[in-house]
Antibody
Framework: QVQLQESGPGLVKPSETLSLTCTVSGGSISSSSYYWGWIRQPPGKGLEWIGNIYYSGTTFYNPSLKSRVAISVDTSKNQFSLRLSSVTAADTAVYYC?????????????WGQGTLVTVSS | AIQMTQSPSSLSASVGDRVTITCRAS??????LGWYQQKPGKAPKVLIYGASSLQSGVPSRFSGSGSGTDFTLTISSLQPEDFATYYCLQDYNYPLTFGQGTKVEIK
């Protein structure tokens, strides 16, 4: 059974770059069955899709973040990563990584447990 | 981007009640819609995909319907473990967009 686990700093200073990694276990990140995605949730608020990546490197980003976001995949480590540059307090959120089925119908499953990233000096 | 308007934003209900949550898309999305349940401090969990298909392991009291722009999640008989926040998600096209969420609380 595929499981995901986020890791990375819980505190990032304003204007710096947020970097998170999601480790995939119980399966291969190179599986053609999944896209790998990031979703975030500010405290007390709703969910926002950040972007997806396929194991080949094909990416899709939310236009609201596109100029600041980059998602990459490292197949040798069975990991994919999120980088969000020039962060502000508005980027404070719980960040989830998730697998999304690659073939319609689509859904997100599994999910990581989430990691809180606070942007503060 | 497709906007997903979910209603109500919150509701109070009793155990055993029938609960209905709706989601409206700003343009047609065929049946490319999922419903997710989120409990406090936990990651969301998929309940319904393809507007009406029940995810494996999800109780049959959950059902989804709709196509095009109007969708519904129904809980036929609310159970104590169903008190949570529910989100719809359109995956018809990018950017993927969630509804604002519906918090189901105990009356």
């Amino acid at each position: 059974q595929v499981q995901l686990q986020e890791s990375g700093p819980g505190l990032v200073k304003p204007s710096e770059t947020l970097s998170l990694t999601c480790t995939v276990s119980g399966g291969s990140i190179s599986s053609s069955s999944y896209y790998w995605g990031w979703i975030r949730q500010p405290p007390g608020k709703g969910l926002e899709w950040i972007g997806n990546i396929y194991y080949s490197g094909t990416t899709f980003y939310n236009p609201s973040l596109k100029s600041r976001v980059a998602i990459s995949v490292d197949t040798s480590k069975n990991q994919f990563s999120l980088r969000l540059s020039s962060v502000t307090a508005a980027d404070t959120a719980v960040y989830y990584c998730a697998g999304r089925t690659a073939v319609t119908p689509n859904w997100f499953d599994p999910w990581g447990q989430g990691t809180l990233v606070t942007v503060s000096s | 981007a497709i906007q997903m308007t979910q209603s109500p934003s919150s509701l109070s209900a009793s155990v055993g009640d029938r609960v209905t949550i709706t989601c409206r898309a700003s343009q047609g999305i065929r049946n490319d819609l999922g419903w997710y349940q989120q409990k406090p401090g936990k990651a969301p969990k998929v309940l319904i995909y393809g507007a009406s298909s029940l995810q494996s392991g999800v109780p049959s009291r959950f059902s989804g319907s709709g196509s095009g722009t109007d969708f519904t999640l129904t809980i036929s008989s609310l159970q104590p473990e169903d008190f949570a926040t529910y989100y719809c998600l359109q995956d018809y096209n990018y950017p993927l967009t969630f509804g604002q969420g519906t918090k189901v609380e105990i009356k």
